[in-house]
T-cell receptor, first 115, second 115 residues
Framework: AQSVAQPEDQVNVAEGNPLTVKCTYSVSGNPYLFWYVQYPNRGLQFLLKYITGDNLVKGSYGFEAEFNKSQTSFHLKKPSALVSDSALYFCAVRDRDGSARQLTFGSGTQLTVLP | DSGVTQTPKHLITATGQRVTLRCSPRSGDLSVYWYQQSLDQGLQFLIQYYNGEERAKGNILERFSAQQFPDLHSELNLSSLELGDSALYFC??????????????FGPGTRLTVL
């Protein structure tokens, strides 16, 4: 079975400060990991994904995520937050070696960037 | 804009009724996924189709059904509707299903309200 945990329902950060949105995963094999962002009344937008190789993945809008196999984590980061980054962020996983073909999503983290 | 379209944007209906949600995937994508997003259940995978055939099933109720047509658009049918079916229903598409590197792109969603 595959699962994702986003331990923080809400993250607040001041504009210009670095931000981190946490994600940990559980798979029986090796993971493929994804981050999506959802703005109010919109669908999910793909930000970035980890497949293999470099543990630091760069994505859209200045976001990046670091894959840590030993800690089974894939935290989303940005060096300098913008007010426009305020949104709901979802981490998702697929087990590379498992039979499940679909993504499993975390419960989401609401990011608020304060001006 | 992801290139995935969904109609209608909003749907208000009564308990016991039946509705059909429609999704057109991105050009070139062969696989379609349906998700339900509600406050209490989060983002739940319902069902996946690839090139017209059912590929994977998630937490889809027996009252719900879906199909993918030869032109690759998909419809999700919800019948005997209950108050608890009120949610956002998302469609996503991807090029190759089940390949871990494959990214799913989401449509804007259909908001269903059952009164």
């Amino acid at each position: 079975a595959q699962s994702v945990a986003q331990p923080e329902d809400q993250v607040n950060v001041a504009e210009g400060n670095p931000l981190t949105v946490k994600c940990t995963y559980s798979v029986s094999g090796n993971p493929y990991l994804f981050w999506y962002v959802q703005y109010p009344n919109r669908g999910l937008q793909f930000l970035l994904k980890y497949i293999t190789g470099d543990n630091l993945v760069k994505g859209s809008y200045g976001f990046e995520a670091e894959f840590n196999k030993s800690q089974t984590s894939f935290h989303l980061k940005k060096p300098s937050a913008l007010v426009s980054d305020s949104a709901l962020y979802f981490c998702a996983v697929r087990d590379r070696d498992g039979s499940a073909r679909q993504l499993t999503f975390g419960s989401g983290t609401q990011l608020t960037v304060l001006p | 804009d992801s290139g995935v379209t969904q109609t209608p944007k909003h749907l208000i209906t009564a308990t016991g009724q039946r509705v059909t949600l429609r999704c057109s995937p991105r050009s070139g994508d062969l696989s379609v996924y349906w998700y339900q997003q509600s406050l209490d259940q989060g983002l739940q995978f319902l069902i996946q189709y690839y090139n017209g055939e059912e590929r994977a099933k998630g937490n889809i109720l027996e009252r719900f059904s879906a199909q993918q047509f030869p032109d690759l658009h998909s419809e999700l049918n919800l019948s005997s509707l209950e108050l608890g079916d009120s949610a956002l229903y998302f469609c996503a598409s991807s090029v190759v299903p089940g390949e871990g590197t494959d990214t799913q792109y989401f449509g804007p969603g259909t908001r269903l309200t059952v009164l």
